[in-house]
């Protein structure tokens, strides 16, 4: 009989149309808020735009999601970590 892990991070890598929770919740508020401007403007260009740009946001989130480091300039950790206070004395003479 097989035996199964029980995996309790599955939060962490849910899924939603490609995203992860975090993105598709932005899409998700960038739906409804090109939703309002459809309501209010009532114009066909505007409707073209709102989709379009829509369509152009979960292309580059779904780019960001595949590619998680585009946006990572710089390293998580410090190279050094220590609870020693940084004191600016030089103790070497020259």
């Given at each position: 009989m097989k035996q199964?892990?029980?995996?309790k991070n599955i939060r962490k890598r849910a899924v939603i149309f490609g995203?992860?929770?975090?993105?598709f919740?932005?899409?998700?508020?960038?739906?409804?808020?090109?939703?309002?401007?459809i309501i209010f403007s009532?114009?066909?260009k505007?409707?073209?735009t709102v989709l379009l740009l829509?369509?152009?946001?979960?292309?580059v989130l779904t780019r960001i999601s595949t590619n998680?480091?585009?946006f990572q300039f710089s390293k998580a950790?410090?190279?050094?970590?220590?609870?020693?206070?940084?004191?600016?004395?030089?103790?070497?003479?020259?």
């Open positions: 199964f892990e029980v995996y995203l992860p929770i975090t993105l919740a932005l899409m998700m508020v960038s739906i409804l808020g090109s939703l309002l401007i009532l114009s066909f505007m409707i073209i829509n369509a152009t946001l979960y292309v998680p480091s585009l950790f410090p190279k050094i970590i220590s609870n020693k206070k940084h004191v600016d004395y030089d103790y070497e003479q020259d």
